[in-house]
């Protein structure tokens, strides 16, 4: 079972703003229908609110503002400057990422592009509880194939109000939630309530972090901006799921063999290090007598627990991984 304290779940804003450029600037901002649209390193996306406010105090200024000044709007409870401030986090955060060249492309197979994430998992899904947190239009189409909840704002469609998360998430098997619960500061009770599901942080406002592992998120299915110019005059021009026409293709990565990848990376570094400092003890014996002990001996004590501790966890990590309920290796000390 997965458990990370409320404070825990919290933190994920000064996560996304730890991991900025502080040098960049506002380059463009866009203000669509649907997306707002970002340009500082890279180009960023994140879900707009569905009012507009014609008293906005800072429009015409974004332009060569700070970075880091503007995504501290992620804390501000007013939706547009949220949302101005995921576009311009994910600008940065999004841009030559390391973990979105490991993701995999998704299509949708001759369903609508903006489905694919779905289509993806659908094996996964059969017969399984699922609630899903936003409405994703054509998601009808999966209700047949496993007891599919949709948890909305404002429902529809036999979806049900957002305020029956609090009895739906903890029972479902499967949450698919769009990472818009980010910038509306809802996802750190959503992802507690999600903690004993494979949870999968879905959207063009995914952040490609893998420390999102430490918030229960098991799956990120986020965006590759493939045409810039097309995505930014679709999102110009209104567009809403146009823009997996156009502009942008979803990827999907499982975050925990990200982290199994990372253990044996460390553990291969471990090893290598503990080999050479083996050598070098054998040689300092050679040259000094047995009456003094080798100097670096601390070092090498500390390199042989790091290395117990990383070979458990990743052991931990790998059974969990063939069991019916795995679990991030962050969380395994408190598995019970």
Not at 34 to 42: A, I, L, N, V
Not at 141 to 164: F, K, N, S, W
Not at 249 to 260: C, G
Request: with cysteine; charged share 25%; hydrophobic share 40%.
């Amino acid at each position: 079972m997965k458990h990370v304290t409320m404070s825990r779940y919290q933190e994920i804003y000064p996560l996304l703003l730890d991991n900025l450029d502080t040098t960049s600037v506002i380059e463009e901002a866009i203000l669509g229908l649907t997306w707002t649209y970002c340009r500082s390193e890279g180009a960023g996306l994140a879900m707009g609110p569905e009012q507009a406010d014609r008293t906005l105090p800072w429009s015409g200024s974004l332009r060569g503002r700070s970075l880091i000044e503007v995504a501290q709007w992620i804390g501000s409870w007013h939706p547009i400057e949220a949302a101005v401030a995921m576009a311009a986090i994910n600008s940065s955060i999004n841009h030559h990422n390391p973990l979105q060249a490991q993701a995999t492309p998704i299509a949708a197979h001759g369903v609508p592009a903006n489905l694919s994430v779905f289509e993806h998992f659908l094996p996964q899904l059969k017969g399984k509880k699922v609630a899903v947190v936003g409405r994703y239009p054509g998601l009808d189409r999966y209700r047949e194939c496993c007891d599919m909840t949709v948890l909305e704002r404002h429902p529809q469609h036999g979806d049900l109000p957002d305020q029956a998360c609090e009895y739906v998430l903890p029972e479902a098997e499967w949450v698919f939630m769009t990472a818009s619960t980010i910038t509306n500061k809802t996802f750190p009770r959503l992802a507690e309530l999600a903690k004993d599901s494979q949870l999968v942080l879905m959207g063009p406002t995914v952040p490609w972090l893998s420390e999102l592992v430490e918030f229960g998120v098991d799956y990120l299915a986020g965006v590759v901006v493939r045409d810039e110019e097309r995505l930014k005059q679709t999102v110009t021009e209104g567009g809403g799921t146009r823009i997996f026409e156009t502009g942008v293709e979803y990827h999907v990565v499982d975050l925990r063999e990200v982290e199994m990848q990372w253990h044996r990376l460390a553990i291969e570094d471990l090893v290598a290090r503990r080999e050479q400092l083996k050598l070098s003890m054998e040689q300092w014996y050679d040259q000094n007598s047995f009456n003094a002990r080798y100097p670096r001996w601390q070092e090498l004590a500390r390199i042989d627990d790091e290395l117990s501790m990383l070979d458990s966890r990743f052991k931990l990590l790998w059974d969990d991984r063939n069991c019916n309920n795995p679990l991030p290796f962050c969380l395994q000390g408190a598995k019970t």
